[in-house]
């Protein structure tokens, strides 16, 4: 069965800096792009960065670009995302999505909670 399982995430303070872990089980994560999204308290899930199969990183928000990335580790068939100068307003659950032609899976979630 298809898992992603997302880990990384804690309790950090203002400007500190997190990688989130998103790691495929019976999936080749390589093969395919893979999407980070996240959910605060009352706000819809929000589409915050993504990879391509190719292993480009793209990140959406002006509030996220130049302060997250994405990358790979084929070899552990994980993909990150490394977050710096966090914010109180990136406190939210962490999503990791891959959408191959089968399917749609999605992980868990991590929490990252910021405090001032």
């Known amino acids: 069965q298809v898992q992603l399982v997302e880990s990384g995430g804690g309790f950090i303070q203002t400007g500190g800096s997190l990688r989130l872990s998103c790691t495929g089980s019976?999936?080749?994560?390589?093969?395919?792009?893979t999407d980070w999204y996240r959910q605060a308290p009352g706000k819809p899930r929000e589409l915050v960065a993504g990879?391509?199969?190719?292993?480009?990183?793209?990140v959406y928000g002006d509030s996220l670009k130049g302060r997250f990335t994405c990358s790979r580790d084929n070899a552990k068939n994980t993909v990150y995302l490394d977050m710096i100068s966090l914010k109180p307003e990136d406190t939210a659950v962490y999503y990791c999505?891959?959408?191959?032609?089968?399917?749609?899976?999605w992980g868990q979630g991590t929490q990252v909670t910021v405090s001032s």
């Open positions: 990879i391509s199969y190719g292993g480009r990183s793209s």
């Open positions: 019976e999936i080749v994560l390589s093969m395919y792009a």
């Open positions: 999505h891959v959408g191959t032609s089968q399917a749609n899976y």
